[in-house]
């Protein structure tokens, strides 16, 4: 599986897979959200090589295997929103 910084996210689409309650607490500007709990179901809404972004890494590293495994091009966003919101990335909301 391959990670990238959130410097690194650039043109990529980032797909956000936290919950819809993490979500409304705030999220990376230009983020899609497709919770990880609806991933199997809305699988064909996720752009082929999306950056996948979770609060900390760890689901969206999930995402991504599952997302590979079907020969898709997907990358985990490292750090997640944490590191996002650290890295003074724009964010509407704020990430706890």
């Known amino acids: 599986m391959r ?3 959130p410097a690194d996210v650039a043109d990529r689409p980032l797909v956000d897979v936290r919950e819809q ?3 409304d607490l705030g999220h990376a500007v230009g983020a899609v959200h497709i919770p990880m709990s609806a991933i199997v179901d809305r699988v064909d809404e996720v752009p082929d090589g999306a950056a ?3 609060r900390s890494g760890a689901r969206s590293a999930q995402v991504v295997a599952f997302l590979e495994q079907r020969g898709m091009d997907a ?3 490292a750090g997640g929103t944490l590191q996002w919101a650290a890295d003074g990335r724009p964010m509407l909301g704020t990430v706890q």
């Open 3 to 5: 990670e990238i910084s």
């Open 75 to 77: 990358v985990n966003v």
């Open 21 to 23: 309650h993490e979500w």
């Open 52 to 54: 996948i972004i979770c």
